[in-house]
């Protein structure tokens, strides 16, 4: 038998994959792990200094919850037009995709207007006293996510409008979609720290 004869023809094979399958989906999820500690080192870092200062907050009120809980709805919604991206992206429908991801984008260009009167809302300034620095550090430090997954957003629907386009945009769609959970799930303890904790008193 020659050696032609033994080769596997693989040409109708697609040439990316989603989930697990996809090396994009494994590195995602990596990433998430590893902002999952940055975070959680982050709220210890709250309780630690809370537990070691006899009144909490320090010489300042709670935070205003109006603009954070806004925020918080407007992320639960954002979630929707999420699903839809996902959902598109792996049935490969470039004109959905493309379409859920222009909304997405507008929700998170929201959140980022509503966030910068949440900064203004914490009623510290980051260089007040421990309080101040810790909450302003765990907000900037989802503001960054945000900020980052913001411009991933942008860019890969501006791809998909216009080009260069690639199959494996798809992919990219779906995992930034996946993303988004990890950065609106990530989001409900540090609300809970920012805004419920200071009212709890031991």
Not at 17 to 40: K, Q, V
Not at 82 to 106: I, P
Not at 144 to 163: R, S
Request: proline letters at 5%; charged letters at 10%.
């Amino acid at each position: 038998m020659s050696a032609a004869s033994d080769a596997i023809d693989v040409r109708h094979l697609p040439s990316f994959g989603f989930g697990a399958r996809s090396l994009l989906w494994w590195a995602t999820s990596g990433l998430m792990l590893i902002e999952s500690t940055g975070f959680a080192i982050g709220i210890a870092m709250y309780f630690y200094l809370r537990d070691i200062n006899a009144a909490w907050p320090l010489n300042a009120p709670p935070p205003d919850w109006r603009w954070g809980t806004l925020n918080t709805i407007v992320l639960a919604v954002s979630m929707v037009p999420n699903a839809f991206v996902k959902r598109a992206a792996q049935r490969r429908d470039r004109g959905a995709t493309r379409a859920w991801l222009v909304v997405c984008l507008l929700f998170a260009i929201a959140f980022l207007v509503v966030r910068t009167f949440e900064f203004a809302s914490l009623n510290v300034t980051w260089y007040a006293n421990a309080y101040g620095s810790i909450v302003w550090f765990l907000l900037g430090l989802h503001t960054t996510h945000l900020v980052t997954d913001t411009i991933d957003t942008a860019v890969l629907a501006v791809l998909l409008y216009v080009g260069p386009f690639q199959g494996k945009r798809f992919v990219d769609a779906s995992e930034n979609a996946l993303y988004w959970y990890f950065v609106v799930l990530s989001w409900l303890p540090i609300y809970a720290v920012i805004y419920i904790a200071p009212r709890i008193h031991p």
